[in-house]
């Protein structure tokens, strides 16, 4: 079977020598198989090769059928918003600390010879899209893979909001914020905050409170098509700020609307045949090995 993937993009942000000399031994690696070969202009500037070709952050998804992304979880993350408009696959090479979406370990490139070859699983992961509203004016517009996050500004207050679901009302609440996660999100800032783990192939969406002024404030599943509406209540004295996958882009100013939704175009994670989740969550987690028993 003829390989679909012709055209490789490579990204990495560079944190330190690991990522670095992984990127290299990738590029050359790729190089050898007489691959066409992209490596994200930023990322290129580290790797001192006078032949690579380049191609721009915003133009990695218009051109490559395959995007390997070497570091943690962070950078996958911020890959996925470069490609979120287009059908292009994301490999991950771990080089950070936890490593639940970037499950290949560095030393392991066969594993890539071997997706190229069409050996290989594909999942798909649906992000969020998030419009802010206020005073009948779009005022922020984002996407998340992980998690959108209500917090506070620079000072810790409790925050008073209303929430809907595809606009029936569901409570009123006065805590630290909201995060509102998806299954790949599940086990990032949502499970730090006290919320269930998702499988990736559900369908849903949770909504974990952030210190909850009131104690039967519990974290909630819900339908992975539902339309959530969080109403920033007129009688906050301060504005908080909405965070999409660890970025605070914009302060909410009291009376906006947050309208979150399912995004209609999904991430393409590609895994090796090799690939068991629960094995990732055990070693990640930290959970107990299976037990072997003596005859």
């Not at 996958?76 to 970037?102: C, E, K, M, Q």
Request: proline share 5%; with cysteine; glycine share 8%.
């Amino acid at each position: 079977m003829p390989n679909k993937f012709q055209t490789i993009g490579i990204f990495g942000r560079v944190k330190n020598s690991g990522v670095r000399e992984t990127l290299k031994a990738l590029v050359q690696f790729l190089g050898e198989l007489s691959l066409k070969v992209y490596v994200e202009s930023e990322t290129a500037e580290v790797l001192d090769h006078q032949d690579i070709q380049t191609l721009s952050r915003e133009d990695i998804g218009k051109k490559c059928d395959l995007l390997i992304v070497v570091g943690g979880d962070g950078s996958l993350l911020h890959a996925a918003h470069a490609i979120a408009d287009y059908d292009i696959p994301v490999i991950g090479i771990n080089r950070g600390s936890l490593g639940f979406l970037t499950d290949i370990h560095p030393t392991e490139l066969n594993k890539i010879k071997m997706i190229l070859e069409g050996k290989y699983t594909i999942e798909e992961r649906f992000l969020l899209t998030t419009t802010v509203e206020y005073q009948g004016e779009i005022i922020g517009h984002d996407d998340a893979l992980n998690e959108v996050a209500i917090i506070p500004d620079s000072i810790p207050h409790m925050i008073e909001f209303e929430i809907y679901m595809d606009d029936q009302f569901v409570c009123s609440q006065d805590s630290d914020g909201l995060i509102i996660a998806t299954p790949t999100g599940s086990t990032a800032y949502a499970l730090s905050g006290g919320g269930p783990i998702l499988h990736p192939k559900l369908d849903a969406i949770v909504l974990v409170p952030m210190f909850p002024h009131s104690l039967n404030s519990r974290p909630i599943v819900v339908e992975g098509n539902k339309r959530i509406q969080i109403i920033i209540t007129p009688h906050n004295t301060t504005s908080p700020r909405l965070s999409c996958d660890g970025r605070a882009f914009l302060n909410i100013l009291p009376g906006s609307r947050i309208d979150i939704h399912k995004k209609s175009r999904k991430l393409h994670l590609i895994h090796p045949l090799d690939y068991n989740y629960y094995e990732t969550l055990r070693s990640k987690l930290h959970w107990g090995q299976k037990l072997q028993y003596s005859e």
